[in-house]
């Protein structure tokens, strides 16, 4: 599976964003996907995760109520829609994607990772 991750861009707190990672394969539908962020400085954490069927999230208490994850599986594509963006939000987003059919929020827990795309948030 290949993964590539797009929307980058710079907001102001309190604005909006929409990622989108595009993969490739025929089993895209099979899979776990994740999104992960790496801020300045920091290591990668895990953002919110979505189930092959599309009907099971999970987030960070960070983003929860915030930021929406989702799936077309016709597209291949998984979003990740980022509201009452924060300064704190600002990070490299990626995405990633394992099979299996739980909630996996460890980075070591993926095999398929996105290049990233940059995330920033202006106060």
């Known amino acids: 599976v290949q993964l590539q991750a797009s929307g980058r861009g710079m907001v102001q ?9 595009a993969a490739s394969g025929r089993t895209f539908s099979q899979y776990v996907m994740g999104w992960f962020r790496q ?7 895990f953002v919110a995760t979505i189930k092959w069927s599309g009907g099971n999230t ?12 989702s ?29 299996g059919c739980g909630y996996y929020i460890k980075e070591k827990e993926y095999d398929y990772w996105g290049q990233g795309t940059l995330v920033t948030v202006s106060s």
């Not at 829609?81 to 994607?97: G, H």
């Open 13 to 21: 707190a309190g604005g909006s964003l929409r990622l989108s990672c």
């Open 39 to 45: 801020a300045p400085g920091k290591g990668r954490e």
């Open 58 to 69: 999970y987030y960070s208490d960070s983003v929860k109520g915030r930021f929406t994850i």
């Open 71 to 99: 799936r077309d599986n016709a597209k291949n594509t998984v979003y990740l829609q980022m509201n009452s963006l924060k300064p704190e939000d600002t990070a490299v987003y990626y995405c990633a994607a394992r099979s």
